[in-house]
Structures are given as C-alpha cells and as structure tokens.
C-alpha cells in the first residue's frame, strides 16, 4: 500500500516567489515559482499534480527532473546540499472541478461571466504550482498574478496588493509577502467582484465581496458580523489579528461550505450573502460560518496541525468557537441552542455506529486525507469535547490556555498533546488524560442509572446503533449531575453509591446527569429515576427537555426501547413554544414517519396527532411576522409550518395558497420566513406545468441562494412524472443546477418516495460522471452517505451492497461503504422489529 511521503524531510521551504500568467479564454496558466530552502537529502521531491514541468534551475544551471504523477510530484537530482533556491518553469489547466485555480460561473442581464478563484486545502496547492504541500512545510509567499484584466475586474490575495502604480505598465498584480503559513492557506480570485469595506479598532481592513450579480446591500450584514467577531477573539485570545486584511469573497461555485485562506477568506453565497428578504435562521447561519472561520486565522493559520491526522486541532475547535463568538456578541440569539438541534443530534447518531473513525485518526494513504473531514465527527463531535473540556476547565482557565499556546506556537505546528499541555499549565489539571479517551476512541458511553436496594448505580458501556462489536472501551465521564454528592468524572465501568434514600433527601427534584448536554454521552434512566425524570419534563428548561426527547429517541434508534414509547412524551409538550424542544420534536416526528406506510389508516391518525401538535403555536404565529416579534418565534413559524404542510393541513394549505396568488408570481417578494412553506405547499396542492415552469425558471436566475435552495426542495417534492423527467435532465445541466448543489437534490429526491427509485437508478448509472463532476475533493463521499441516511427497506440494502461493496477497495469512500450497510441494516431491522407496536401505539392514537 502507498505511505503518504513527508516530502519536508528532504526538502524545508523557506521562501516562495511565484508568479502566474493566466490565460482565462484557453483555460490554462504558466508560471514560475522561485523556492528558496535547505535540501536535506540528494533527491528532493516537490508537489505537483497534473502540471507540466518545463525546467528545474539552480544557478542558472538546469537540474534533471522527473515527474511522477501516481506519488503527485516532481522528483528532482540536486548536485549538492544546504541552502538553495530552486526556480521551476511550468505550465498547467484550470478545470472545472472546484479545486486548484478554477472557474466560477454566474450571470448578470443574461450575459454569462466567470470569476476565478483557487481552493487549496487540503492538497490542491499542488495542482496550481509546485511545492511541498504539506502542513508542516511552513514558508512565506510573495504572489504575482497577470491576467488580462478588463474595466471593473480586481484581484485579491491573501495580503494587499503593492506596486500598484507598476501594474499600469506591466499588468501583473504583485502581493505584499504573506506571514509564514501553509501552502493550503494560499488563495487569490479575481474578477468582476465588487466590495465594501470597514476597520476594526486595531486597523485591519475587513471587506466582503461578491460578485456584480448581487446587490452591494447583500454585503452589509457579513461586513458588520466579520468586524466584531475579529475584535472578540483578539481580546478573547489575546493576541492580535496578525495580518493587514481580512476579506471574505462569495463564489457561485464552491464545493464546501467556506474556507479559512489567511486575509482571503472564501465561502458559498448563500453562507455570505443576506439578502434585504431574509430569515433569521440564514442570518444565524452566516454569522456562524464567518466567525467559524476568523477563528482559523488563529486556530489553523496562526498555529498549524503538523498532519492531516490532527485535523481537528483546526476544525474541531473552529467549531466550537464559531458558538462562543456568536454568542458573546449576539446574546439574544441564545446560539449554543442552535448547537443543540444540529451539532449535537448529528454527533449522536453517527457516532453511535461501529466503524466510525475517532476524532484524532491516523492517515496511512494519501486518499484517506478527504476522509477526515467527516462533519459528524471532526465538526460536530469534536467540538462537543471541546465544550465539554471548556465546561470542565471553565472558561476563564480556557482562553488563558489558549493564549498560552498562541503565544508559544503561533507561526508553528502542533499536535495535540501541545494543547493539552498549554491548557494543563493554566488549570493545573490533567487534561491530557481526561480527553485522551474521548479524542482517541471511536464512539461514546450510554450511562445506565438505576437503584437497587439503596444503592444507585451507574454503568458506562458503548452505545451502538446496529450490528456491533463491543470492545468494552471506556472513557472519563464528566457526570454533571444536578444532585451533591455524586463524583465529578465517572472512569470505571460501574459505580455504585450507597445510600441512595440519603442522597434522594439531600437533593432536590429528579437525578438528571449531564445538566445542560454539554458532555457527549447519554443516559438511560431505568424504574423510578425514568419516571421522576419523565413526571418533570414539562417543569425542565429547554436544554433538558430536548435532551429527554434526544436521548429516548437514539435509545428507541438502538431498541433498547421501543418508539412506540415516545409519543407519550411528545404529548404533553403540545403547547411548547421553545424553538429547541420543538426541533427535538420534529426528529422524532419524522423518525415515526419510517414506520408508517402511506396513504393507510395509521398516517392519518399520525397526521392528525402531529397537527394537533403543533395547533396552538400555529394558532398564536399564523403566517404574519408580529412587531417586534423575537427571531425565536420565526423560526418556530417555520418549523411549525413546515410540519403541517407534511402533515397536510389543509387549512394552513388554503392560507399559503391566498398567499402565493397575492404575490403573483413575484417568488422573491414573498416574505423570506414562510416562503418554504408556501412554495412546499403549492407543490403539493397544484403541481401543474405552470407552477413547475416558474419554480424551474426561476431557480437558475434568481440572486437569492437561500430562494434557490427552497425551490430545490419544494420541487423535489414532485408526484408528477413528467416533472421528475425535467428534474433528472437538469442534474446534468450546469446551467441549470450547479455540481456544488447536486448532492441537495439527491438528498431531496431520494427521500421522496415517489422519486427514490428514478434518482437511485440515475445515480448508479452515472456514477463516474458525478465522480467527475465533484473533482476530487471530499464532497464525493456524501453521494455514498446519502442514501445510507434514506433506505429502509431490504430490497434497498440488497442494492446497496450490489453497487457498493465492489468498490469497498476505494478508500476515499470504504469506511463510509461500510458504515451505510451497518446504518441502513439496522434501520431494517428496527423497523420489522419495532414497527408492530409503533402502528399499534399509532392507530390507539
Ligand atoms: N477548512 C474548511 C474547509 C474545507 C473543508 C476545505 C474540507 C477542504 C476540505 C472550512 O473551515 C470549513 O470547515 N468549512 C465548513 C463550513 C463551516 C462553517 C462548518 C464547510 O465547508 O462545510
Ligand atoms: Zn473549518
């Protein structure tokens, strides 16, 4: 098997001088790049991957080279060692496939116009210039571009332009030298992009930028969010935002969500842009994104993972900080909720199947490196562990260990333990030893309480949904418990503590173990602690709630207990009004949906209980934003709404309908916060030619992301065959739905049953062309998650396997081939085993 190459042992870059010329009609670039380093060793490698190499000098002297495309590098003979600068002619292609240098493509007035921009990480620095593309190769960078620029075009880089007066002559925009980083941080785009600008206190130049297809009011929100984010964390981290600029740039056409580029950052337009029309959970989710990326200039770009293997050093704890900045400057917004109804339920349930990988995971081949960005794990879980580690530590001893590790290793790399130890000094604990088991281990503990006799007892095992293996692991469990007199962490497998009537007296109210779900493990409450917990729940505050509803439903996931058992709890949160309980509600709401076969009598029972559910917030919301309404109850519209239109409500229907003719077709005009579910509705009521020509056509042309984004998933709720034969033609079409969106319309489309069979057919026969399509990044491997997530029955999982299987050689995609036989097997077997008395629960209704 081929050994990922640590190039930086023969070869330390210090320096790059590179210099572009980019050809945009021909599709192609050549360059030269200047490497000033120390060769350790006679042969030293470069990085470069589909370049063509025309000369290696030293001296003026040309150097014999060999490139070897299997290993992505050029193999160099060096006639001596020690310091050196390396200068190399080359040449390449800008291809379409969002990684490298590459095209980004939109319209304005019809006329059609392309962006280029570049994404680097994780190894695609190589496919731009050589170079060791390695984490560890830190080096500065002094980046020229030429291009034929035309009236209103710019060019960004990840520092400022300099010499502008001799780009007049020359053409060739020269960036001022960038501070030592990762080749994977390196970016530019240039186009016609237009901008606004501000300061922060301390003097650096925040700009959001867009293309001219969009209003400059679209940049205003990012701007404000981006300028008090950065002034938090410069205080929160005590030190400095290092760099002059820090600018953020929308793309059409970009394969993640956003990327940290040090000064350049970039990002999907729906995750920048806001729109005039726009909802309040859109506005959460950028500024999430934008302060999940500002915190990487530190944590990432500052300081440096040394490999791929530590990659959650920068994600995990991205994650984390994207909440605690967003919470201290929008308080109201109360965001760590917002935590608790995606990040955590997301960690939960992947977590909980055996073959995940561990937040900290070896990389042996070069294709494993995509895999690590697993959202559920590197994103969701680890930054769980790191509020679990700051609830442990407590906040202050936190940040003072952060800025204790900035300071000793910004412009450096790291592993993990470097951390531990900075944040060990500051609190004087044993940090190390208390997330070694959490980082290193795959999975997490289901802690089982129950008395017998007098005595409590608490049992920590796995928890696993589906078929599994129990390795008897075990991990230090922060118990934080409401009770006195429990232990602080929980390391051995059962703990048994006496005198349980004692404890019950001394305490007040039920024992509930982890108080505010911020440690990632569960309970199971067994006998009178399950129903003390139970009796309460209306009393709880929201966490609590939506951690009862959270922790019975993966209980029911596993068949420890049965769902039928959750629909008494669901009932008597009928009148809740938390956005959170409320979320926590719709998973299992729509977790029920599994078990129901459709159009029979236990649906209709379903229907009318999810309606009666959800009455009285319909009842007091309706349609209409109230004034000075909170951003909470928006979004409890929007749920609310959403629910009904599945659960078809036919009076809510007939209301959405009044409203969608009083707009007239005017899609955009309609108030952003009930647009889906208006949309949603009218595809559902009356899905005619018309209504599917003007969702269709408005889909590629309107400025809106999140209206596009809404029209996907109306759309695809379609029971029309002919609109499915339009719908399954413009997969193909780039000018219809872009390669970045076609994993949300597979998603969409498998889940509706009426269209399952048609895109599960299309997607097998042309799989190599989505392959190529997506290029070679990470987001391939969710066409393999996907389904995984939807089949539920045998005949699926048996075609499942058929197509995946062979291909369990692939590495980029074997562990996740594996996993989705596991996931979709039990989801099987659930159902035959569970579903008796759910529809008997259902039908008693
Ligand atoms: N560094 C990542 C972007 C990235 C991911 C590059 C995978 C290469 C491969 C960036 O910081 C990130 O995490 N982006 C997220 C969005 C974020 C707000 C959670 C993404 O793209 O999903
Ligand atoms: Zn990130």
Redesign the pocket.
């Known amino acids: 098997m081929t050994k990922v190459e640590r190039l930086i042992e023969r070869f330390i870059p210090e320096h790059y001088n590179l210099f572009l010329d980019i050809d945009r009609k021909a599709k192609t670039f050549t360059g030269n790049v200047a490497i000033t380093g120390e060769a350790l060793k006679e042969t030293v490698s470069l990085h470069q991957k589909d370049l063509s190499i025309h000369s290696v000098l030293l001296d003026n002297t040309a150097l014999s080279f060999s490139v070897d495309e299997e290993r992505e590098v050029v193999d160099i003979d060096l006639p001596e060692l020690g310091n050196m600068t390396l200068v190399i002619e080359f040449s390449g292609n800008i291809t379409d496939n969002m990684t490298g240098m590459y095209p980004s493509y939109y319209t304005v007035d019809g006329v059609k116009k392309e962006i280029i921009s570049t994404?680097f990480?994780?190894h695609f620095a190589r496919e731009v210039f050589p170079s060791i593309d390695e984490p560890e190769a830190k080096a500065t960078f002094d980046l020229s571009l030429k291009f034929d620029q035309k009236e209103g075009e710019i060019a960004l880089a990840n520092m400022p332009e300099v010499h502008s007066e001799r780009r007049q002559e020359t053409g060739v925009w020269t960036f001022d030298t960038t501070p030592r980083m990762s080749s994977?941080l390196l970016a530019f785009a240039f186009g016609e992009l237009h901008g606004k600008l501000s300061k922060t206190k301390n003097g650096t130049e925040i700009g959001v930028f867009a293309t001219v297809a969009h209003k400059a009011s679209s940049l205003d929100f990012a701007l404000d969010i981006a300028e008090r984010v950065i002034e938090f964390y410069e205080d929160y981290f005590g030190v400095p935002y290092p760099i002059p600029q820090c600018y953020h740039v929308a793309l059409p056409d970009f394969?993640?969500?956003?990327?940290?580029n040090w000064g350049l950052i970039t990002y999907?337009e729906i995750?920048l842009l806001v729109d005039e029309n726009s909802t309040a959970l859109s506005r959460q989710t950028v500024a999430?994104?934008i302060a999940?990326?500002i915190a990487?200039q530190w944590f990432?770009n500052l300081v440096t993972m040394k490999w791929w293997d530590d990659l959650w050093l920068?994600?995990s704890f991205?994650?984390m900080m994207?909440y605690v900045s967003v919470d201290a400057i929008e308080p109201s917004w109360k965001i760590f909720e917002d935590f608790q109804t995606t990040g955590v339920p997301a960690a939960l349930e992947r977590d909980a199947i055996d073959g995940v990988q561990s937040v900290h995971v070896e990389v042996s081949h070069p294709d494993e490196i995509?895999t690590l960005?697993d959202?559920a794990i590197v994103?969701a879980k680890g930054s769980r562990l790191m509020h679990m580690l700051r609830r442990w530590l407590g906040d202050q001893d936190f940040a003072a260990g952060l800025n204790h590790y900035f300071k000793e290793h910004q412009y450096g790399n790291t592993i993990g333990l470097d951390l531990w130890n900075a944040l060990g000094q500051v609190s004087g604990k044993d940090v190390a030893g208390f997330m070694d088991s959490w980082l290193e281990q795959p999975g997490y503990p289901v802690v089982t309480a129950k008395v017998e006799g007098d005595t409590l007892i608490l049992t920590q095992k796995q928890f696993f949904i589906g078929e599994h293996e129990d390795k008897g692991r075990l991990w230090h469990i922060p118990l934080n418990s409401n009770w006195e007199g429990l232990p602080d962490v929980m390391t051995q497998a059962v703990l048994e503590i006496p005198n349980y009537s004692q404890l019950k007296d001394q305490n007040t109210g039920a024992l509930r173990l982890n108080t505010g779900n911020t440690a990632h493990y569960i309970t199971n409450y067994e006998g009178e602690l399950l129903d003390a917990v139970i009796a309460e729940l209306p009393d709880l505050d929201a966490t609590s709630k939506l951690q009862a509803v959270q922790e019975r439903r993966l209980l029911a996931q596993a068949q420890i207990i049965s769902y039928a058992s959750l629909l008494p709890i669901l009932e008597p949160l009928k009148d809740e009004s938390a956005y959170m309980v409320m979320a926590a509600m719709q998973s299992v709401i729509a977790d029920l949906r599994l078990f129901i076969e459709e159009k029979s009598e236990e649906e209709d029972h379903f229907n009318q209980f999810v309606r009666e559910l959800f009455h009285a917030q319909y009842e007091r919301l309706g349609f209409e934003k109230k004034a000075g309404e909170s951003d909470e109850d928006e979004k409890v519209r929007q749920l609310v709404l959403s629910n009904l239109v599945t659960a078809n409500d036919k009076n809510m229907m007939a209301k959405a309908s009044e409203i969608f003719a009083q707009y007239d077709g005017n899609l955009d005009s309609i108030p952003a916060s009930v647009r889906l579910s208006i949309l949603s509705s009218q595809m559902k009521m009356h899905e005619t030619p018309e209504l599917v020509d003007l969702y269709l056509s408005t889909y590629p042309t309107t400025r809106d992301a999140n209206l596009r984004d809404e029209l996907a998933i109306a759309l695809s709720l379609t029971q029309s065959e002919e609109t499915l034969e339009r719908l399954v033609a413009a997969l193909k079409d780039k000018d219809v739905i872009k390669p970045q969106d076609l994993f949300l319309w597979y998603m969409r489309l498998l889940r509706n049953s009426f269209s399952q069979e048609q895109i599960w057919t299309w997607s097998r026969e042309n799989w190599d062309w989505i392959k190529k399509a997506l290029g070679g990044?990470?987001s391939f491997d969710s066409f393999v998650i996907a389904p995984a997530r939807v089949f539920k029955t045998a005949q699926r999982l048996d075609e499942y396997k058929a197509f995946f299987e062979p291909q369990l050689g692939d590495l980029a995609i074997s562990r996740n081939i594996s996993m989705g036989i596991s996931q979709i097997k039990a989801r099987v077997d659930l159902i035959e085993k569970d579903k008796p008395a759910v529809v008997a629960a259902l039908l008693a209704l």
């Open positions: 994404q990480e994780s994977y394969s993640s969500g956003a990327m940290e999907r995750y999430l994104v999940h990326e990487h990432g920068n994600e991205a994650n994207e995509n960005f959202a994103y990044d990470m």
